[in-house]
């Protein structure tokens, strides 16, 4: 009952991580809903690279239900 279980706090300088529209942080409800919900569509869209050009990344979607997927990109 809002004790936090994991939090993750730094990001080596090499990696870069896009969220939509500034986010930084979100959190799973205890119905496994995502707070704050998305304001457009049903997930949020974060793309994680690190500086190497051409390298693969992910890309990791968050549905407002809390289902997690992510696929492969590569990284410019």
Do not use: M, W
Not at 15 to 41: C, E, H, K, M, Y
Request: hydrophobic content about 30%; charged content about 25%.
């Amino acid at each position: 009952a809002g004790e936090e279980i994991r939090v993750f706090n730094e990001v080596h300088d090499s990696v870069t991580i896009n969220g939509p529209d500034g986010l930084t942080n979100f959190r799973f409800r205890a119905n496994g809903f995502v707070a704050p919900s998305p304001a457009s569509g049903a997930e949020y869209r974060f793309q994680v690279c690190d500086d190497r050009t051409g390298e693969k990344g992910r890309v990791v979607q968050v549905h407002t239900s809390g289902r997690i997927r992510h696929e492969t990109v590569t990284c410019g």
